[in-house]
């Protein structure tokens, strides 16, 4: 691992970081269980499992003092009238914040926390969101052609916590509604487990 500064550049076009990146694949079928149109998800899984989006990492030692980033791209395309988005997680390190900045397309960072808070912030290019510590973060893609490009950067040491999005999924569901996008209430979202002090 080289220890001296560096530079990468960062190919938008082609969205990818050239000569320094690790890049992981999702497809839908990593999402089950998070869009509300079982069937439309189980038939678009059977005809060939889109892939809904890819990450492009900057290698970096996974620990304090370090920090990760990279390109999240996510396609567009939608599950019933839910917009492709990511997985979404808490990172395991709760304390830990995260930057995004929009370099391409049109989206939301949906974001909750462990408190029973919510909010959405919007990606457009030149837009950046700062996630404050403990707050889970989900990427939605809101165009219907266009891909969703943000370059995100976090904390060497955070960590990902996937399993409590599986398990309670977000308050909100992000649905495509008369030529636009809505903030619903999500049905089969549950309270994650509270820590009593
Ligand atoms: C890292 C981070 C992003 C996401 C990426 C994919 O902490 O928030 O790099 O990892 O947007 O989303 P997930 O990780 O939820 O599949
Ligand atoms: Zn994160």
């Not at 904390?155 to 992000?174: C, L, M, Q, W």
Request: proline share 5%.
């Amino acid at each position: 691992m080289k220890e001296r500064p560096f530079g990468f550049e960062i190919d938008i076009a082609d969205a990818a970081i050239p000569a320094r990146d690790r890049c992981m694949q999702r497809r839908l079928s990593a999402l089950r269980g998070q869009y509300q149109d079982t069937a439309g998800f189980d038939h678009m899984v059977e005809q060939g499992d889109p892939l809904i989006y890819e990450v492009h990492e900057v290698l970096r030692p996974e620990s304090s003092g370090e920090l990760l980033s990279g390109l999240s791209i996510v396609h567009p395309g939608r599950v019933g009238d839910e917009y492709f988005m990511t997985k979404g997680h808490y990172h395991s390190v709760r304390g830990t914040a995260e930057i995004y900045y929009c370099l391409k397309g049109h989206g939301l960072l949906l974001m909750e926390n462990e408190d029973g808070d919510w909010t959405a912030e919007e990606f457009r290019p030149g837009r950046a969101v700062y996630v404050t510590p403990n707050y889970a973060h989900r990427s939605v893609n809101l165009s219907l052609n266009e891909d969703l490009v943000t370059f995100f950067v976090y904390p060497g040491h955070a960590g990902h916590d996937y399993a409590t999005i599986e398990s309670n999924g977000f308050r909100k569901r992000v649905v495509h509604r008369d030529g636009t996008f809505e903030l619903i209430d999500n049905p089969a979202w549950s309270a994650p487990a509270q820590v009593s002090a």
